[in-house]
Each structure stands twice: as structure tokens, then as C-alpha cells.
């Protein structure tokens, strides 16, 4: 079905257009792309359908400031409509070409879960969800190291600086941060071999439940589904951390799929109580950044700092979350 | 007089039945360029009847000269697959061959020569030892831009190859290892192929309605031969002497005279059609739908799509493997 809907789109829209530029060396590019947007629009429909009368239902808080929830909207139309992903696919196909020339000169051929465990085959929905795990566990240490590495908290905590966090949230990120998590999940991919064609499912999992984990909604899936699947209450426990004024922080809750990592790893909170977030020392707009381009040049600002440190400067500034145990 | 060549066929059939027996149905092997595998259609119901992961992006495939093996280049996993054409098992997986977009082997089956889309380069690799699957690589030529399609001359001495974004055409001495001759043909240039004589080239001008006519001497446009928007691929078909040419924009399929280059029909097709073979004595045309996901079958007489086959994602190329049940038809 969504194959003859993304056919028929790209026959009639997209094909002819690129026939027109003159761009027809690009056109099985431009089929993937049009893959790509389809399954962001058939996404948002589906996160916003899911999420927003749960948002509606049982609001954490309400809704006051509308300005900063439309600039996350941009974050998400940009990043799942193919927006930016599109600029890193021209940016770094050569550096994948490199990357795999690589991987084959070491003698190293990916193979799929169920050449290594054959067993395996035949089960699709097994499989999928081993796959799921390992990229799960490498987003799990990858956001870990944005939280201890300096000057990448100066990037990733634009992520954080949202005080009016909702469905739309979960894109907020810096380009650069964008442009990391782009290569290491396909780096990951490809050295467990998974599929192309399953990626984008992958892909899909994660923006489905990262989206209504970042909802504004008093939701929590009660003692044992909390620590199967993230929750709204779990990950907003970990966007409190870094906003948590005259109190000390623990550092928790970096999972994104599957709290199993936290758990592991010692950094699990399943006593969550919706609080408030943010950054601690960033609450004006003006600190913050009104809109897109201006937050991105704000944490560009805070990541040159960060590498270069001006000699006396305040380590805290911008806002340092609190690093616990 | 028909009755003789009747029994005398009938007779042919059953001394390869006996040869061949148990007789199998026909296999119709494709490549999902898009998600990494191929597809097995049994040709007698025209339903998949199985997939495989092969590596990674396999975009053509072809028999080997003697026929036994049916070899696959994965090129971004940058390897060959030799395959059993009956039955579409694995046999071996060769390593180390840069991108093996396109593939091809001399007449005189003395040189492999591989067009790599991706890395800007043809390479020739000497065939000697094929039988035991093996290659060893003579030349690596750099050429700009994106080499996409092969076409050998009868000396097996030149390949002729376009060069997809470059817009252009090259003429490569495989001996030397030394470009003769490179030259602007149109946009976006695609599938080529070569007239018996050897003296000009028909050359798919894809981002344009054509087929350019090339002298192979010098790479010059000599006239044009109008096809549809998008024309990409050609297929010769030796019994009727013509040429099926496809065109991606349009979707259509022209067929185009071989001797006098005129255009004698023009089939309605489905989506993005790509690489085609003809099967069952000429009756069909099977060729794959890239932007839909299928392998269509196409009654040359009646001009009707009979078949839509679902396959993988972005199929492109495809190999028929007759057998003594389906060539009886
Ligand atoms: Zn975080
Ligand atoms: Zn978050």
C-alpha cells in the first residue's frame, strides 16, 4: 500500500522534476528520499494522533508558551521530512563509500543477525528486535558521553533547554548533534548488518516512542512496563536533571528504547514526579534562543567555548548540569 | 512439413527431459537493488517464491561465458556472488572487486570488466582462471563521472562505457588499459549498444527522449532516434532484430528496428522500467518496475502487461533461467 502510494508519488511529483533540473544521474537518490519523506509525514501522523490527546488528557503542565513548542515543530518537519538528513546524505556518501571501502580492505564483511545465529532466520520479528537492542545500547552510551563530555553537554544541551517540553521536542537537537547521531547509528547498522529496507522501521521504532517520551503527558506504564519501555515519566526524570534549582541531580535515565541499559549501567529513576524542566542558569528566552536559527548559533557559541576554554572562565557557564554519581 | 518440426521437437524435449529429470519449473532470479537481496519467481505461476540476502546494493547480474555460474556485483559490498542459476544458491562469494556496478566479459572471454558507478573507475580484471572462480586485476582507470554501462567490440580489444553524470561516452583500449577516445553524447547517459558492424553505438540518453546514434570512431553524434523521456536501458532481440529500449519518465518500451533505427512500437508500461530479457521463445518481455517494487511480464504480441510480479525494493536486474518444462511452451 504505502508502496504504490510512494510509486505514484514519485512518478508523478518528484520524477518529473528531477527530469526537469536536468538531475537524472540522482534519481535513485531522489527514489530513497522520497521514501524517506513518506514514511516522516505517515510518522507525524501516527505520533500525532497517538500523542497529542494523551497531551491533552493528562497534562503535565499547560501549554503557555506556544512559541517555544512551534520552533520544535521546525526541529521535527526538518529532521523527519528528510530536510537535514537529505544534506547529510550528500555531505557524507563519500565519507560511507570510504567507510565501507574500509571495512572490506580489513577483510570484514557485514553479515545479518541470522547468518551469525542462524536460527534466527525466518524469525523477522526476533531479529528486528535484537537489532533494536544493539542500536538502542550504543544511543545509550553515545548520550551518555553528551552529558560527560563538555563541549558536547554545549551542544546537546539545546536539547535540554526546553522548559515547555511536548511531543515535538524529541528533534531538538544542534545540527552537529544531529550530523553525530547520524553516523554512528549508520556506522552501528551497518556493522551488524542490518538490511536496508529495515533500517527505516528502525528508525521509525525509535521516532515513535522517543516522540511520546518526551510528551506532555502524566503517563507512566505502571511498575513493570517502566522498565521495559521508556515512558514520558522516565525521560522526563532525565530532562529534570540538568534544571534542578537549589537541589542536587543525579545523572539518569539516558536509554532511549529500553530502560534495560539504565538499569545495567546504574543510571535508572523509576521515581520520577514530572518535574520541571530545563537547564539550570538558561530560563530567559534570550538565553535560550528565540527560534531555530538562533538557538543553533547560541550552542554553536557554547561549543567553541566549550573546545576553547577562555582562560578563567566560569566552567558553569551557559548552564552546567549537576553531575552526580 | 509443421508436423515433423512438431515431432521433431517433441523428441528433442524428451531426450532432455531425460537428460535434465527431474524437469524443474524456470527460475527468474532479481536483484532488490534497495534492500539487498535477490528474488526467485517461479516462471510457470509468476509468484516469488523465495529471497535472499545477497550483500550490499546488487545492481546487475550476469551468466558466466560458459554458461554454469550466474554472477552478482554487490556494489557497495564490494564483492561478486557466483550463483547457481537453477536453483539460485550460493556458491561463492569473491572479495576485494571495487564496486562492481556494471559487469561484462570480452567476446573471447579473456577479460572481466567492471564499470564502478560510485568510485569514478573501469576496472579489467584478466578471466583466465573464471573457471575456478577466480579473477586477477590488470587495470584500474580512473574516468570521470559516474561509469554506469558496458558494451564490448567484437575485437575484444575496446570497451565502449557512458558516463552517466559526465554526460559522455569513452572508448577503452582493455589491452593498454588506455582511453582512446571521450566524448559528449547528452544528458545523463545510460544503456548503450553496439550495432553489428561495429561502427556506431546506440547510446540511451536519459535525461532527455533518445537514443543517440555514435560513431565508434570518434564519440560523435551522427543522428537521433526519439524514444521516450527517460530512455535508460536497451535489450536486442536477436529473433526479431529489435532493439526494446526503455524510458523511465515516460514509462514506456519502444522497440527500435536494428537495421533501419526506426521506431516500430511503443508499449505502456509500469513504473521505472530497467532490465529486461526475453523469454518463453519471444512471446514475453519480462523486465523490472524499479519504483514499483515488481517484475513485470509483457505479451509482445498483445502488447498487454499480463503479469505484475511483487518483488523487493528497487529491483533492477533480472536473469531468466529457462528449463525443459518452460522452453516447451
Ligand atoms: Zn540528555
Ligand atoms: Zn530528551
Known amino acids: 500500500m504505502i508502496g504504490d502510494i510512494e510509486a505514484w508519488l514519485f512518478e508523478t ?24 519523506a513518506l514514511w516522516g509525514v505517515i510518522q507525524i501522523a501516527v505520533i500525532y494522533l497517538v500523542c497529542r490527546p494523551l497531551e491533552a488528557w493528562r497534562p503535565v503542565e499547560p501549554r503557555a ?90 551542544l546537546h544541551s539545546l536539547h535540554h533547554d526546553q522548559r515547555q517540553m511536548t511531543l515535538w521536542s524529541d528533534n531538538r537537537n544542534h545540527v552537529l548533534d544531529d550530523v553525530t547521531q547520524a553516523m554512528w547509528m549508520g556506522a552501528v547498522a551497518q556493522l551488524i548488518g542490518v538490511e536496508p529496507g529495515t533500517f527505516p522501521l528502525l528508525v521509525l521504532l525509535f521516532g515513535l516512542v522517543e516522540s511520546l517520551s518526551h510528551a506532555n503527558a502524566r503517563i507512566a506504564f505502571g511498575r513493570f512496563g517502566d522498565r521495559i519501555l521508556v515512558s514520558p515519566r522516565f525521560h522526563r526524570e532525565h530532562h529534570a536533571i540538568a534544571f534542578r534549582p537549589g537541589e542536587p541531580a543525579r545523572a539518569c535515565n539516558f536509554a532511549a528504547l529500553f530502560p534495560l541499559w539504565d538499569m545495567l549501567f546504574g543510571t535508572a529513576r523509576f521515581d520520577g514526579r514530572f518535574a520541571a524542566t530545563g537547564v539550570e542558569g538558561r530560563t530567559t528566552p534570550e538565553a535560550i534562543g528565540r527560534g531555530w536559527l538562533m538557538q543553533q548559533w547560541l550552542g554553536f557559541g557554547r561549543f567553541l567555548r566549550a573546545l576553547v576554554p577562555a582562560r578563567g572562565a566560569d566552567r558553569t557557564e551557559g548552564g552546567r548540569q549537576h553531575e552526580g554519581a | 512439413m509443421r508436423i515433423a518440426r512438431h515431432a521433431a521437437l517433441a523428441a528433442a524435449l524428451l531426450i532432455q527431459g531425460l537428460i535434465a529429470a527431474p524437469a524443474q519449473a524456470g527460475l527468474a532470479i532479481v536483484l532488490n537493488s534497495g ?10 505461476t509468476y509468484k516469488e517464491i523465495g529471497k535472499k540476502p545477497v550483500g550490499r546494493e546488487p545492481h546487475h547480474l550476469m551468466l558466466t561465458p560458459d554458461k554454469r555460474d550466474l554472477l552478482i556485483g554487490n556494489a557497495v559490498g564490494n564483492d561478486l556472488v557466483f550463483v547457481n542459476p537453477a536453483t539460485g544458491d550460493v556458491i561463492k562469494r569473491l572479495d576485494q572487486i571495487a564496486d562492481p556496478y556494471q559487469l561484462g566479459f570480452t567476446p573471447d572471454r579473456k577479460w572481466f570488466v567492471t564499470a564502478a558507478l560510485r568510485l569514478d573507475r573501469v576496472d579489467v580484471y584478466d578471466a583466465k582462471a573464471i573457471g575456478e572462480r577466480k579473477l586477477t586485476l590488470v587495470h584500474r582507470i580512473p574516468i570521470k563521472t559516474m561509469p554506469s554501462h558496458l558494451a564490448f567490440a567484437a575485437d575484444s580489444r575496446r570497451v565502449f562505457v557512458t558516463l552517466q553524470d559526465a554526460g559522455s561516452a569513452a572508448a577503452i583500449d582493455i589491452v593498454d588499459g588506455k582511453i582512446l577516445w571521450q566524448a559528449k553524447v547528452g544528458p545523463d547517459v545510460a544503456g548503450l549498444w553496439l550495432a553489428p558492424k561495429g561502427d556506431k553505438l546506440l547510446i ?43 524510458a523511465r519518465v515516460d514509462n514506456t518500451i519502444a522497440a527500435v528496428d536494428t537495421t533501419t533505427f526506426k521506431v516500430t512500437r511503443v508499449y505502456k508500461v509500469g513504473p521505472g522500467p530497467d532490465c529486461m530479457e526475453i523469454f518463453r521463445g519471444g512471446k514475453e518481455l519480462w523486465y523490472t518496475a524499479r519504483w514499483a517494487k515488481r517484475v513485470e511480464v509483457l505479451d509482445l504480441e498483445s502488447g498487454k502487461v499480463i503479469k505484475k510480479i511483487p518483488v523487493g525494493r528497487s529491483p533492477h536486474g533480472i536473469h531468466l533461467h529457462p528449463d525443459a518444462k518452460t522452453a516447451s511452451r
Do not use: C
Open chain 1, 13 to 36: 511529483l518528484v520524477q518529473p522534476a528531477i527530469f526537469e533540473l536536468g538531475l537524472m544521474a540522482y534519481i535513485e537518490d531522489a527514489f530513497t528520499w522520497t521514501q524517506f
Open chain 2, 204 to 246: 540511451a540518453v536519459m535525461g532527455s527522449d533518445h537514443l543517440a546514434v555514435v560513431d565508434t570512431k570518434d564519440g560523435k553524434v551522427l543522428d537521433k532516434i526519439v524514444t521516450g523521456k527517460g530512455t535508460h536501458q536497451l535489450y536486442e532481440d536477436k529473433g526479431r532484430g529489435l532493439l526494446y529500449v526503455t
Open chain 2, 35 to 44: 534492500e539487498d537481496t535477490y528474488s526467485l519467481i517461479d516462471t510457470d
Open chain 1, 65 to 154: 508558551d506556544g512559541a517555544a513548542i512551534r520552533t520544535d515543530v521546525i526541529y521535527t518537519l526538518l529532521q523527519r521530512l528528510g530536510v537535514l538528513p537529505l544534506l547529510f546524505f550528500v555531505l557524507f556518501t563519500p565519507l560511507s563509500a570510504w567507510f565501507d571501502g574500509l571495512l572490506r580492505d580489513a577483510g570484514y564483511v557485514p553479515r545479518t543477525i541470522d547468518q551469525w545465529v542462524p536460527a534466527l532466520a525466518g524469525m523477522p520479528l526476533v531479529t528486528f528486535l535484537i537489532y533494536a537492542l544493539v542500536l538502542d545500547f550504543a544511543e545509550y552510551w553515545r548520550h551518555r558521553l553528551q552529558h560527560g563530555l563538555n563541549w558536547w553537554w554545549a
